[in-house]
């Protein structure tokens, strides 16, 4: 079983590099973060107060989140049965998961749906505590970062080039606040924070692409596996 976890602050690009070196191994790539962003979303959607932990658990109980894939290996989220996949993206959600993630009873029981989907299959994860917390005994482990005004730029421009979500509008200092507001959240929260697994190789790619991230973990799985790519 390949279990290849990615952690690191929001910006660094673990998204787009998970995904790319799932689909050179031909793996399946679990998006972390969008089991967050839908729970995040259906709760702003029924009027919870993201920020009452006891209220976020009551909704919780009552919360049924899947995540599907299709023949493509591209991952939808489903809240009660509901495909929320293409409204979790909008950038007040990334805020509103990174406030509902604090809540402990929100990590152990999103991180139980991680753990059982794992289970089943070789996986690339991406997140905050793939590493650390979700998947501690994974036999790859990275963690990625870069400058966070690095961060934020990539960040901004990918809201930018998305249509139809208002992402033109978002002002660059707003982004970098946010980033920064997040970092410090993410770091700083008591029960499974954001950091480095003493285990894990760190990787800043400030100065690197995508591309050549994902080509070098990919080399990395490749070497000490013999598993071979699929592209």
């Known amino acids: 079983m390949i ?27 679990l998006d972390t973060g969008a089991i967050y962003r839908a729970f995040a979303y259906a709760a702003l959607q029924n009027g919870v107060d993201i920020n009452d932990e006891a209220e976020t658990a009551t909704f919780l109980a009552s919360a049924d989140i899947a995540v599907g894939y299709t023949d493509g290996g591209v991952q939808n989220v489903f809240f009660n049965g ?13 805020k509103a998961a990174s406030d509902i993630s604090r809540h402990i009873p929100v990590r152990i029981r999103l991180s ?23 998947l501690p005994d994974a036999n790859f482990k990275f963690y990625l970062t870069a400058d966070v005004e690095e961060r934020a730029r ?6 930018k080039k998305k249509n139809g979500t208002g992402g033109a509008n978002v002002d660059y200092e707003k ?28 990787i800043d790619s400030t100065r690197m692409n ?19 790519r699929r592209e």
């Open 112 to 134: 139980e749906i991680q753990r059982e989907i794992a289970k089943r299959r070789d996986v690339v994860l991406d997140g905050r505590d793939a590493g650390t917390f979700v």
């Open 154 to 159: 990539r960040r901004y421009a990918e809201i």
């Open 3 to 29: 279990h290849i976890t990615i952690d690191g602050p929001s910006g660094a690009g673990k998204s787009t590099v998970a995904k790319a070196a799932a689909k050179k191994l031909g793996i399946i790539y």
């Open 175 to 202: 982004v970098l606040s946010d980033i920064k507001i997040r970092d410090f959240n993410d770091s700083n929260r008591s029960f499974a924070p954001l950091k480095k697994a003493e285990d894990a190789e760190l």
């Open 82 to 94: 509901a495909d929320v996949t293409e409204f979790i993206r909008e950038h007040n959600i990334s």
């Open 210 to 228: 995508a591309e050549e991230v994902a080509e070098y973990i990919v080399k990395t799985v490749e070497k000490k596996t013999g598993h071979g």
